[in-house]
């Protein structure tokens, strides 16, 4: 029985775009995104190649290392059909190369590797005679899958650090082991997948993003990053990934990967959606998404394009790390009012400038721990006073305890601070709040870790001073270029300047001391919602 002819159609609508996600680590990425995304590669493929068009060179090896719908790899498929009719005439013979020659993937679960087979070769096998591919051997072709098991050492994963807790499972259950970077030798490990010895000239995909950690609530472990470091060991011609962006400024235990990208100059591209509804509409991730392009042959700054609903609004080419910064600061009309800032703050001017301020002028140096008091979240204070007791600002309200059970922050106790909440909101949609409402809290007033606590001060009317500062829509600003997600925690305040707390604060009087433009307040107006507070 022979295989079925092919044919290139298009539908509407487009399955792959109306299919929904799996599971947080499975999120599918819509055609028109991987569109985009192609256009990047394609553009950037013709600058640093002479003019040549990428989808028409016959020799070019792309991998997708974590497929799951396969849509990457069936829209390069469709490019490359376009692109090599004239150096392939016949269209049975051109997808039959491009299918066994020039498109590789590796399934990250049993299920999405079906999947991507039934997208790229319209058929689950390979091999099968409904399969526009016509000489493999194989059903699993070029999209590559088997079972892998995590090397569990004390209790956690050699390779991604999962918990055995969570993924040590029964065979009929996923291990959410990938592949890809369970290897020491990756060269050697695609080399067993694929039969031949295999050079990339493109990777490129839409990695699993974290794992269940099995800590509180909705505690993860990001592993997105590791797709990205065994990509660059391969040293391919181009990587483009997409990612969660909080590993700009934040991220459970993502600071050397942080530092190596923002130290890597073959980063030479940043698009960037805060609000991550935009690439995946009815998905919300924490501090938004990106992709980058990473070049391995032309090194030099990168090009930043910042997205919002849907738009771009600003593109600049820049250095992914200012002078004294250890994160990356994502949007590009940011640079110049944080440069505004620590200029006055610092005396220093142009290259001078660092974007850090020094310990002593430094808000953070007012801000508490995560759990200042030593108590909590789930801690819930007696409803009575006793003789001796301290007041709790706990989750959902008020409660007592013994002065004596009080192990830390005990210099907060008897003067005046400010509580402000731990958690911002939970959206990604701007203008948004950045922060929750803050409130003096009295002597002998203490809070949970739901609360962060800022201070000691001298009177109430320094720490309702202190709270009026936190309203302002500049402080805001200044804390979401720090704030990678939810949490609020003392990091967040970096570039935040302590002032004089003799007086209130306003919106225009901190815009005045800055000297922060009309056009650069209209662009934080469009970022950060008023503190609703300041007007009680």
């Known amino acids: 029985m022979s ?10 609508p487009d399955v792959l775009s109306c299919i929904a996600n799996l599971s947080n680590d499975e999120i599918f990425t819509p055609p028109d995104f991987v569109n985009n995304i192609l256009d990047t590669l394609e553009n950037a493929w013709r600058e640093s190649n002479k003019g040549e068009n990428i989808w028409s060179n016959p020799d070019i090896k792309f991998l997708d290392p974590c497929t799951k719908s396969g849509v990457f790899l069936r829209e390069i498929v469709s490019r490359l059909t376009s692109g090599l009719a004239k150096t392939i005439p016949d269209l049975t013979e051109r997808v039959n190369h491009i299918l066994t020659k020039q498109v590789f ?35 699993n072709g070029n999209i590559w899958y088997e079972r892998t098991e995590h090397d569990w ?71 997105y990053q590791n797709f990205v470091e065994q990509a660059k060991n391969l040293e391919p011609r181009f990587l483009s990934m997409v990612v969660p962006a909080r590993w700009f400024v934040g991220g459970k235990g993502l600071d050397n990967f942080r530092k190596g990208m923002l130290e890597d100059s073959r980063l030479r591209k940043i698009y960037d959606f805060p609000d991550s509804n935009d690439v995946f509409p009815g998905t919300q991730i924490k501090g938004g998404v990106c992709y980058f392009l990473w070049d391995r042959d032309n090194p030099g700054e990168v090009e930043v394009v910042n997205h919002d609903k849907g738009k771009v609004v600003s593109t600049a080419k820049r250095k992914t790390l200012e002078h004294g910064a250890s994160v990356f600061i994502r949007y590009n009309n940011g640079v110049s009012i944080v440069k ?6 610092t005396g220093k001017k142009g290259d ?52 004596s059970e009080v ?6 106790i008897d003067s005046w601070k400010v509580f402000i909440p731990r958690a911002g909101s939970g959206s990604d949609a701007f203008p948004h709040p950045i922060l929750g409402k803050p409130f003096v809290g009295e002597p002998e007033s203490i809070c949970s870790e739901t609360y962060i606590c800022i201070g000691p001060f001298s009177s109430k009317e320094e720490a309702s001073n202190v709270c009026s500062y936190l309203g302002t829509k500049l402080l805001r600003f200044l804390v979401l270029l720090h704030k990678p997600s939810q949490d609020a925690a003392r990091s967040v305040y970096t570039f935040v300047p302590t002032q004089s707390f003799d007086e209130p604060w306003s919106d225009e009087k901190m815009y005045k001391k800055y000297g922060i433009s009309e056009e650069e307040i209209s662009f934080i107006d469009s970022m950060i919602r008023p503190a609703d507070f300041l007007n009680e």
């Open 3 to 12: 295989q079925a002819s092919f044919t290139l159609q298009r539908h509407n």
């Open 105 to 139: 993937g590796i399934g990250i679960t049993e299920l999405t590797s079906l999947l991507a087979r039934r997208s790229i070769y319209c058929s689950k096998n390979a091999n099968g005679i409904h399969s526009i591919a016509r000489t493999f051997d194989s059903a």
């Open 153 to 223: 050492q004390g209790g956690k994963c050699l390779f991604c650090n999962a918990s055995a807790s969570e993924y040590e499972r029964q065979i009929e259950l996923e291990t959410h082991a990938y592949a890809f970077i369970h290897s020491t030798d990756i060269k050697s490990t695609l080399s067993r997948m694929f039969g031949e010895e295999m050079h990339f000239d493109v990777i490129i995909g839409n990695p699993p993003y974290q794992l269940n950690d099995g800590g509180f609530g909705t505690s993860a472990l990001p592993i």
């Open 340 to 345: 505004k800032v620590m200029e006055v703050e």
């Open 352 to 403: 001078d400038i660092r974007v850090s301020l020094p310990k002593e002028k430094s808000f953070t140096e007012l801000v508490s721990s995560r759990k200042p008091f030593g108590l909590a979240t789930t801690f819930r204070g007696s409803s009575s006073k006793k003789k001796g007791d301290v007041l709790v600002y706990q989750n959902g309200g008020q409660g007592y305890i013994a002065r």
């Open 407 to 412: 192990q830390t922050g005990l210099e907060y």
